[in-house]
């Protein structure tokens, strides 16, 4: 079962891609875990991303899709795996549908978790983090028993740059010009399954499991 997870920033699919993961006993593959493993690894793939990585440029396409193909090619992939960041455009989706395909593969499912622009703003601008142990809470889903202090350490807890409403709208512009199209992309290739991501985690979960089959 191999499964690309697409969503909105902020729209919960990296949790439901570790939850998928778990359940059905497939690796969860971040591109970032790639790149990671990569570059401590000394790959030659590695290296040449950690050179644009150092100049603050983007990785290119080819030497993200040559470190991904790398990892499906692994023993833990042979019985699928959800993929959890990568692709994020048409190019992106593109290339990774021409190289399965060589090698007699493809994508079974695209699962977009669907969360309104505004939910999320809401939803990010309300976590708050203690940068002292690393605990998180959210003001409204899990919020700490004393406002503003960590429950484990007693620091204060802050808004992190990223979550703040202004960054948030940012990001959610980027992806809305360079990520969402690839939920038309998928559909069009008659995978794309579209589940509501403003229900609690577990409804969603199920919601995603109801397709995939217990």
Do not use: W
């Not at 590695?46 to 983007?58: F, P, W």
């Not at 079974?108 to 669907?114: K, M, R």
């Not at 406002?147 to 709208?169: N, Y």
């Not at 559909?187 to 399954?193: D, H, M, R, T, Y």
């Amino acid at each position: 079962m191999k499964i690309i997870m697409l969503g909105a920033p902020g729209a919960g699919k990296g949790t439901q891609a570790k939850k998928i993961a778990e359940k059905y006993e497939i690796p969860h593959i971040s591109t970032g875990d790639i790149f990671r493993a990569n570059i401590k690894g000394g790959t030659e793939l590695g290296m040449k991303a950690k050179s644009y990585m150092d100049q603050g440029q983007l990785v290119p396409d080819d030497v993200t899709i040559g470190m991904l193909l790398d990892r499906i090619s692994a023993a833990d992939c042979a019985n699928g795996y959800v993929l959890d960041g990568f692709p994020r455009t048409i190019p992106q989706a593109e290339s990774l549908t021409k190289a399965l395909s060589e090698r007699g593969e493809k994508m079974d499912y695209a699962i977009d978790v669907n969360v309104p622009d505004e939910a999320i703003v809401t939803r990010m601008s309300g976590r708050r983090a203690c940068l002292s142990c690393g605990a998180t809470y959210h003001i409204v889903y899990n919020p700490p028993k004393k406002a503003d202090i960590c429950d484990v350490c007693g620091e204060k807890l802050v808004l992190r740059d990223d979550d703040k409403p202004e960054t948030v709208q940012k990001r959610l512009t980027v992806y809305h010009e360079q990520t969402q199209p690839l939920i038309a992309y998928y559909k069009n290739a008659g995978i794309l399954v579209t589940v509501d991501g403003t229900k609690n985690l577990n409804e969603v979960f199920k919601d995603i499991t109801d397709v995939l089959g217990a």
